[in-house]
C-alpha cells in the first residue's frame, strides 16, 4: 500500500505541470490532506476535477497516458501493472446510472449493447482520475455522482493551496464543509482498517 501512495504522490506531482485550466484534487486525496496532511495509504487512485474548458496536455514522449473510460478519464503510467477488472459488472455499474432497473432489467438490457459498448482498460493501476464538472442548478457536480460530489461556485472560486505532499496542490475552498458534505460529519475521524470493508 505504501509504494501505491508513493506512485500516486508522483504521478500527481507528475501531472500538475500537465494541467492548462483550472483543477482541484477531490475525493479520497482531498480528504487525505484536509485530515491527514498525506495521501490515505489504502487507497489506489485519485480524483482531479477539472472547469469545462481545461486541458490535459501529456507529451508524447512521456512515461503516462490517458484513456477514455465511461465516466471520466484514466492518466496512468504505462510500466505498471494494467488494471484487470470485471468487465461485466463496470459495465453495468456504468450502465445502470440514473435507471430504475431491477437485477434482471439491468442484466437483459445492458448485454443487448455490451459486446458493442464496453471499453477494454488500457490503463494501469494505480491511476488518477479525471473528471470534467458540469454546471447544476447551485454550482458545480461530478457527472454521475451529482448527489455525492456536489461543489457551490465559493468552493470553486476560493481555491486552497495545499503543501503537504511538498509541492502545490489545489483543493476547493472551505474544503472542512466540502469533506463534512462528502463523507458525513465524522469525516476527520479515520475509520480503521476502512479498505477492507465492502464497498457499498
Known sequence: MLETKKHLKNMLHDLIPMINGKWWLCGGG???LQRDKDLIDYDNDLDI???PGTTLEVP???KYAVQDYYMDRKFYRKDL???KPNLWGEYCRYYSHGKKLNR???YKQASESYSEKRILPEFTTPYIDIYTL??????WAIPYWEHQDFFTDDELQNTVVNTDLGFEVNLPGNT???CSR?????WSTPIPDQWKQKRV
Open 81 to 83: 501493472p494494467r488494471y
Open 60 to 62: 508524447d514522449d512521456s
Open 176 to 178: 472542512e464543509r466540502v
Open 134 to 139: 458540469k454546471k447544476v442548478d447551485g454550482g
Open 104 to 106: 434482471p432489467q439491468l
Open 182 to 186: 462528502c463523507y458525513g460529519d465524522t
Open 49 to 51: 476535477m477539472f472547469m
Open 30 to 32: 482531498m480528504l487525505g
